[in-house]
């Protein structure tokens, strides 16, 4: 359910909410700095001026990441056609404070079986989409406007630290966790794909992803099919 204090941005496409939450950010900010010569600032709005360069920083990276093309790309199958998949599931999970952000809640709340099996595009945007839910606990503080209320110190710096330990957290095999694609290919029956290195592991995903997008197949259809043709041709043969 959305944060009703989030409601006129989220009518905005997520690009543009972007957008507008880094406008409301420096604006907010010019605000706080101007009052510091009258008297201390209330805590979540201290804390928040103590991590204004991160959290610009932040922000900056996730829209760059989600450029208008790659967004494009990922609103392809999202039901409606609004936000994409991981944004909403991860929004279901993490845009209020106190839920365990790691590797294992992380998979838990993106399974395959849960999520309707994302695709490539999707799971590679899981990084910047988690962000975003993050960023957004802050910004619906910002919007409401609650600053000085004792409470709301706690949560800004729930979303920070949370923001941060994103940056530690086991990417790759988070990735690989939640990709059908990679769960599929890891059946090949010599078990070759399994043991490459994620890098060439990924070479692989990406041509599954390009078959697909130039074929009337999905993406897991078209690694079973290689990895049942694998079964039939185990060792190359003409």
Not at 222 to 238: D, I, K
């Amino acid at each position: 359910m959305a944060n009703p204090s989030l409601v006129p941005f989220l009518d905005l496409p997520l690009p543009r909410r972007l957008a507008a939450y880094d406008a409301l950010l420096r604006r907010t900010a010019g605000e706080w700095i101007s009052r510091l010569a009258s008297g201390p600032l209330p805590p979540a709005a201290t804390h928040l001026l103590d991590n204004l360069s991160y959290l610009q920083a932040r922000l900056h990276e996730v829209r760059e990441a989600l450029s208008p093309a790659y967004y494009r790309k990922l609103l392809r199958r999202a039901r409606p056609k609004r936000e994409p998949r991981p944004y909403t599931l991860l929004g279901a999970v993490f845009s209020q404070p106190g839920a365990t952000l790691d590797e294992t809640s992380l998979c838990a709340c993106l399974e395959p079986t849960q999520a309707g099996t994302l695709s490539l595009a999707e799971v590679w945007a899981v990084p910047e989409l988690l962000q975003v839910v993050l960023i957004e606990r802050i910004f619906s503080l910002l919007a409401a406007g609650p600053l000085e209320d004792a409470s709301a110190e706690p949560i800004v710096r729930s979303a920070i630290d949370d923001l941060r330990s994103c940056e530690s957290l086991p990417w790759r095999s988070i990735i690989e966790s939640i990709s059908i694609v990679d769960r599929v290919l890891r059946r090949d029956p010599g078990g070759v794909y399994a043991r490459m290195e994620f890098d060439s592991r990924d070479l692989y995903r990406k041509t599954v992803e390009s078959i697909a997008q130039s074929c009337p197949y999905g993406e897991e259809h078209v690694a079973r099919t290689a990895v049942a043709l694998a079964g039939e041709n185990p060792f190359g043969s003409r």
